[in-house]
């Protein structure tokens, strides 16, 4: 059965806080992870009304596929080609929560880097 991994974390112009296991994202916004072969990391995020970008940039060895959505599964944001660098850009409305999908498409797994601007 597939697992994959939850992380709560606070949005407002750049990644602040990561809400899980007491891990602090780094003062660049950025937060570094690892998504096992033939698996998705998921991320659930604040942000505030407006326009964001995430970034996802891999360590090179597979592919890997961002979805962002809101919680009612609306999708804001897809990259799906064949690298392991994504980058989805949206506007919110208002603010609230929307999720992260890092999926990876190879057989290792995948150190990536997030950040949510």
Known sequence: MAMT??????????????????????????????VAAFQADSWSVWVSA??????????GDTDLD????????NRLAVEDDETDYCVGRFYMRSAG?????IRNLGDVYNEYQISVQ
């Open 50 to 59: 407006g326009w964001h970008r995430v970034v996802v940039d891999g360590d």
């Open 5 to 34: 991994a939850m992380r709560r974390v606070t949005v407002g112009l750049l990644m602040v806080a990561v809400l899980a296991a007491g891990q602090t994202a780094s003062a660049q916004g950025a937060r570094v992870s690892r």
């Open 97 to 101: 929560y929307i999720q992260i999908r």
């Open 66 to 73: 961002l979805y962002v959505t809101v919680t009612a599964g």
